[in-house]
């Protein structure tokens, strides 16, 4: 739900693999809606399937992230282990605006902060990456992960005002920008 509440998106998760798909009803979904109508404004078909879906939007609603998972051996499956970003207000927001690439493991969690110039995604496997977004017209990069970073899997995020740009490293905490990631 959007900060003022005006807007809401809903993933709906497909919990087994299909061997065929007949439509676009048997992939998992995005429902984006505004709170005046039971109706969605736009559907998005998501290839993907598993333990979860999870989703955040930004707070005027402009940005939604999915971080998706799977079950099964299907870490190699469409969408699966991906992040999918929406721009709600392009000309075709049901069309992700961006996807990264495939994860080897499940994102059990995201986080956009504000008006999305920053975005963390938890990974089971891999810790913690914190995208840049600052500038809406290029693709999101990774400023932060367990690779340049050490062991932060089960870390604890925060978002904190100072620092928009910085980076800092103390015994267990590290911040990143708006980001403080806590061991």
């Excluded at 969605?40 to 078909?45: L, R, V």
């Amino acid at each position: 739900i959007s900060r003022d509440g005006t807007y809401i998106a809903a993933p709906i998760k497909r919990t087994q693999q299909l061997p065929t798909l007949n439509s676009d009803t048997e992939n998992s979904q995005l429902m984006f809606f505004s709170k005046d109508s039971g109706t969605p404004w736009w559907t998005s078909s998501i290839d993907a399937y598993g333990s979860r879906i999870n989703c955040d939007i930004s707070d005027d609603g402009r940005y939604v992230l999915l971080g998706t998972g799977e079950k099964g051996g299907a870490a190699n499956y469409g969408d699966s282990n991906k992040l999918i970003l929406y721009d709600t207000q392009s000309a075709t927001p049901s069309t992700p605006i961006w996807k990264s690439s495939q994860y080897a493991s499940d994102i059990i969690g995201v986080s956009i902060r504000g008006d999305a110039d920053y975005f963390v995604a938890s990974i089971t496997d891999d810790g913690i990456d914190v995208y840049d977004f600052v500038d809406k017209s290029a693709n999101p990069s990774v400023v932060f992960n367990n690779s340049t970073g050490g062991d932060w899997f089960g870390s604890d995020v925060d978002w904190v005002n100072q620092g928009r740009y910085g980076q800092s490293s103390s015994g267990d905490t590290q911040q990143v920008g708006p980001v403080k990631i806590t061991k």
